[in-house]
Antibody
């Protein structure tokens, strides 16, 4: 059974940093691209970042590029999101999502974690 | 960045058919995926590659993609189908993943 368990959320002041983790199990983690998707309170889903299976390629939404860093440890089946220079508008539930990728064709998310809440406020 | 447009809300009576649309520029060449999200829960994929249904998703759910619009159709709607539905594509020009704004399905 595929499981994705996020952790690391919490309350942080504007300008602060937070590191999210996502522990994966039930599949061969090193074979799949992984993503972070967020959802602000009462709002829709927003894709944040993708990392390819080997970790060599990463992609970011314009809203977080230069402030967030996605990474992974395939030896520990864990995905990370380092969030720096946090803003109030980064307040959201952050989901980790496993991706099905068809190279140069499409990509979608077949499994999601339950999410971790990040609140940015003074 | 690429934009997907969904109606904010769709209402349907139980037993009737709900159609949720998703549109974008030059949409026809893109493959669309759909997610259902119930309150307090993580999203679940209900349709991928325009028309493929994951195991466990009822046959009442179907998808289509033609011209500039993709459609998620839910036949014989039940109270349990009430949820937010999001479409999603992969943007080949940026390698970004893009979500529509979401549609709240209300079962009357």
């Amino acid at each position: 059974e595929v499981q994705l368990l996020e952790s690391g959320g919490g309350l942080v002041q504007p300008g602060g940093s937070l590191r999210l983790s996502c522990a994966a199990s039930g599949f061969t983690f090193s074979l799949y691209a992984m993503n972070w998707v967020r959802q602000a309170p009462g709002k829709g889903l927003e894709w944040v970042s993708t990392i390819r299976s080997s970790g060599d390629n990463t992609f970011y939404a314009d809203s977080v590029r230069g402030r967030f860093t996605i990474s992974r440890d395939n030896s520990k089946n864990t995905l990370f999101l380092q969030m720096d220079s946090l803003r109030a508008e980064d307040t959201a539930v952050y989901y980790c999502a496993k991706e099905v990728t068809i190279f140069r064709s499409t990509a979608y998310f077949d499994y999601w974690g339950q999410g971790t809440l990040v609140s940015v406020s003074s | 960045s690429y934009v997907l447009t969904q109606p904010p809300s769709v209402s349907v009576a139980p037993g009737k058919t709900a159609r949720i649309t998703c549109g974008g520029y030059n949409f026809g060449s893109r493959t669309v995926h759909w997610y259902q999200q119930k309150p307090g829960q993580a999203p679940v994929v209900v349709m991928y590659y325009d028309t493929d249904r994951p195991s466990g998703i009822p046959e009442r759910f179907s998808g289509s993609n033609s011209g500039n619009t993709a459609t998620l159709t839910i036949s014989r709607v039940e109270a349990g189908d009430e949820a937010d539905y999001y479409c999603q594509v992969w943007d080949s020009s940026t390698d970004h993943r893009v979500f529509g704004g979401g549609t709240k399905l209300t079962v009357l």
